[in-house]
């Protein structure tokens, strides 16, 4: 059988550290041939669930602050619990997929964990992302970088980022925004 062309999705992985608790963390999730590939950093929370724990969730929001939120020490999200799976998913949710590690490959400096989806769920329908929630996202995906990534880029990223906050954001995304921004100024970037 041909492989299919591997989209990236991204949502919020929510894995169960050792004491139970859940974590949840952003990721770009791609879907091949009927299975999720996860392919933390490592080390990572959820790389080390993932490795301990064979079973994670996905979970579909729209609420961005999640994104921004996991990356700037605002962990703490309501979740409830899974069905077929031991874990927890989101309160906020539109959609949470139960998944269920049936193989991965410990590779540097990604492993990559392939999982069969055992329960999926909608709660309530997604509209769609306006431009001030992608880019807040695109935004997150840079403060995820700032290790890897000169600081012009990231200034120039903002610069065109910024457009579309100013243009299309609620009270949810300026609040998102403003913990990545903080965030970036915070790694010594100057934001002009």
Known sequence: ?????????????????????????????????G????????????????KRHRQCTINYTDDVRVFAGSL??????????CQ??????????????ELEIVDFDDDDPRACFKAKVVYEV???????FNRAQSAVIDAAILVSRLTMLPA????????YLTIAIEKTAGT?????????????????IDLK
């Open 1 to 33: 059988m041909a492989q299919l062309e591997a989209k990236i999705h991204e949502v919020i992985v929510t894995t169960l550290n050792e004491d139970g608790k859940a974590h949840s963390a952003p990721m770009g999730i791609s879907e091949v041939n």
């Open 35 to 50: 299975y999720f590939l996860i392919k933390p950093f490592k080390p990572s929370a959820t790389y080390n669930n993932l």
């Open 72 to 81: 700037t020490g605002r962990r703490d999200w309501p979740t409830l619990a």
């Open 84 to 97: 077929k799976i031991t874990g927890a998913y989101l309160s906020q949710a539109l959609a949470h997929s």
């Open 122 to 128: 909608t709660h309530a329908p997604f509209r769609g």
């Open 152 to 159: 012009e880029k990231v200034q120039q990223e903002v610069a």
């Open 172 to 188: 949810r995304e300026l609040e998102a925004w403003g913990w990545l921004i903080d965030k970036i100024k915070d790694a010594g």
